[in-house]
């Protein structure tokens, strides 16, 4: 069974479906163009380590198992 993405997490994997990636700027992870941070860089991290964001070409995108977290 896969775990339950943190509240944090959660807010950032709806962000990262909603524009498609997350960028990275000043240890944070922003949506495109954004000015407020979506989560911190250790948490996209995180994210990555379970398999719910991919790092592509300094980009983080949502993978199928991060939709899957979303719907838990």
Request: proline share 6%; glycine share 8%; net charge positive.
């Amino acid at each position: 069974m896969m775990e339950k993405p943190s509240p944090a997490m959660h807010r950032a994997l709806r962000q990262a479906q909603l524009y498609r990636y997350l960028v990275v700027r000043n240890d944070r992870l922003y949506y495109p163009g954004g000015n407020q941070p979506v989560c911190s860089l250790q948490t996209g991290l995180e994210m990555v380590r379970s398999g719910w964001l991919i790092v592509r070409d300094g980009r983080y995108e949502i993978t199928s198992d991060g939709l899957h977290a979303l719907d838990l």
